[in-house]
């Protein structure tokens, strides 16, 4: 059994999983509701996205309600029940989830190639650059291009002078992006500037971009600690 929430930006999930019925059957589950994954980096993860600050604690509690409910005995558990809650104008809605007969679990299943998390690690074959290597590269004046692939807010934050191209439009502006140079990707912390580079590599061509490894938060750390994090 399964007490499951999710949140994202302003919204939020929580159901039960595979609760024990009274004629002991088991409820639906997860991939009854999703029996397939988005596309590999569809949905933004929070430095993306966001999630509203207070959002975390009003799930988190209604998700500790049915913990305390199944326990206890009493209640009504969110068992083929799906509650979706919107913080922007604070409505909620119960949807009926039935079980697919189709969807039969009968053996794990390798969550990262199934999910596609695979195809973001920035070990897959993608090209590093460290900080320090970085950095020498300023310090010799080398000509190449420096890329933030972050979004503007967090560019306003802090920037290591990189030309901003956020994630969400590195394709449409693909013609910015040196050819000739090196070009050197960062983001926060080197998953988005990783993905950022195979989604270059597989629709363009690229051969000539490196991934900055630990992304703004290890150069902070590494080179200049004068760089604000976040």
Not at 109 to 116: L, R, S, V
């Amino acid at each position: 059994m399964n007490v499951y929430a999710s949140i994202f930006r302003f919204e939020g999930q929580v159901s039960v999983f595979n609760y024990a019925l009274e004629n002991g059957a088991r409820g639906p589950n997860y991939r009854d509701i999703f029996p397939e994954p988005p596309p590999a980096g569809l949905v933004p993860n929070c430095a993306e996205g966001g999630v509203i600050g207070v959002l975390p604690g009003i799930i988190g509690s209604l998700q500790a309600l049915e913990v305390i409910k199944i326990l206890s005995g009493v209640g009504e558990p969110l068992a083929g029940k799906l509650f979706l809650f919107d913080g922007t104008d604070f409505s909620t809605r119960i949807l009926k989830v039935t079980k697919n007969p189709d969807n039969k679990i009968e053996q794990l299943i390798d969550y990262e190639q199934f999910c596609g998390i695979s195809q973001l690690n920035p070990e897959s074959g993608i090209k590093e650059i460290s900080p320090k290597e970085l950095y020498q590269l300023k310090v010799e004046n080398v000509d190449f291009q420096l890329l933030d692939v972050r979004e503007a807010h967090e560019y306003e934050i802090s920037n290591i002078d990189g030309k901003l191209i956020p994630l969400s439009s590195i394709l449409d502006r693909a013609i910015e992006i040196s050819r000739t140079r090196k070009v050197v990707v960062h983001c926060k912390g080197g998953v988005r500037s990783a993905k950022a580079i195979t989604e270059l590599e597989n629709a363009f061509g690229f051969s000539n971009l490196y991934n900055l490894k630990g992304g703004i938060l290890a150069y902070a750390k590494e080179v200049d600690d004068s760089v604000p994090v976040y």
